[in-house]
C-alpha cells in the first residue's frame, strides 16, 4: 500500500467515525424530543425533566468532540471538493441539532409550567402534541437522509417542514380566540405559543439539515432556491 493509499484509508476512516458520531448525537437529540413531547401530556414528572437536563449536557459535549473531531481532520488531512463539503456539512449539521436539544428542553419546562391548566387542555394535549409528533418525524426523516446521503429524503423534509408551519398558525390563531375570550388565559396561552413556537424552529432545523444533505450531494448551496428549483436540479443530475 503506498503512502497515498493509507492517507486515503485513515481519512475515510476517520470520517466514518464522525458520521456515525452524528448519527449517535441525532439520535439522542431524537430521543430529547420524545421526552419533551411526552412532558406536555403526562403529570409533572420532575424524573423525566431532570433526564432531559442531563441529556441536553451529554449532546452539548458530543457537539464540541465532534467539532474538534472536524478541525482534527482539516488540519490533518486538508481535504478538498466533496470531502470538504462534507466535513463542513457535518459541522453544520450538529450545530443545527445541538439547537433542536436546546428546543426540547424549553418545550420540557414550558410543559411543567402548564399542568393543571384546565382551559388550555385541548390546544396543550392535541394541537401542541400534533405539532411535536409532526417535528420529530421530520427530525427522524432528515436523519435518514444523512445516514444515507439520499437527496430525495432531504427534499421530502420541505414539504414535512410547511406542515408544522400550518400546524403552528392554527394553534396561534386559537390561543389568540383563547386570549380575547377570556384574558385570564393570557398567561398560560403564551407559555403555549412558546411551546409551539419552539417546535415550528424544531422544523427549521431539520430543514437546515435537509438543505446541508443536498449541498454536499450536489455541490450547491441551495438555501435560498425555491422547492421547484431544487427538485429540477436534481431531475437534471439523474
Not at 478541525?71 to 439547537?99: C, F, G, H, W, Y
Not at 399542568?115 to 385541548?122: A, D, F, H, K, W
Amino acid at each position: 500500500m503506498t503512502t497515498q493509499q493509507h492517507m486515503s484509508k485513515q481519512f475515510d476512516i476517520e470520517m466514518e467515525a464522525v458520521r456515525s458520531g452524528v448519527l449517535a448525537m441525532g439520535g439522542r437529540v431524537e430521543a430529547q424530543l420524545v421526552r419533551a413531547i411526552a412532558a406536555l401530556s403526562e403529570d409533572e414528572n420532575p424524573e423525566l425533566l431532570d433526564t432531559i437536563k442531563r441529556h441536553e449536557k451529554e449532546i452539548n459535549q458530543m457537539q464540541i468532540d465532534i467539532d474538534h473531531q472536524c478541525a482534527q481532520i482539516i488540519a490533518k488531512r486538508q481535504p478538498a471538493a466533496v470531502d470538504l463539503r462534507m466535513v463542513l456539512t457535518i459541522s453544520k449539521v450538529v450545530n443545527d441539532l445541538e439547537r433542536i436539544g436546546d428546543e426540547a428542553k424549553k418545550i420540557a419546562r414550558k410543559a411543567a409550567r402548564l399542568q393543571g391548566n384546565e382551559r388550555l387542555t385541548r390546544i396543550q394535549y392535541f394541537d401542541a402534541i400534533h405539532a411535536g409528533e409532526l417535528a420529530q418525524a421530520i427530525l427522524h426523516r432528515a436523519l435518514n437522509a444523512f445516514a444515507r446521503l439520499d437527496v430525495d429524503e432531504a427534499v421530502a423534509v420541505y414539504d414535512a417542514d410547511d406542515r408544522i408551519d400550518v400546524a403552528f398558525d392554527v394553534i396561534t390563531r386559537q390561543l389568540v380566540g383563547f386570549m380575547m375570550e377570556d384574558p385570564r388565559t393570557i398567561s398560560s396561552a403564551l407559555e403555549v405559543m412558546f411551546v409551539a413556537k419552539s417546535i415550528e424552529r424544531i422544523g427549521d432545523h431539520a430543514k437546515n439539515i435537509a438543505e446541508a444533505i443536498v449541498q454536499v450531494v450536489m455541490g450547491k448551496d441551495v438555501r435560498h432556491a425555491s422547492l421547484e428549483e431544487i427538485r429540477a436540479e436534481i431531475a437534471e443530475r439523474k
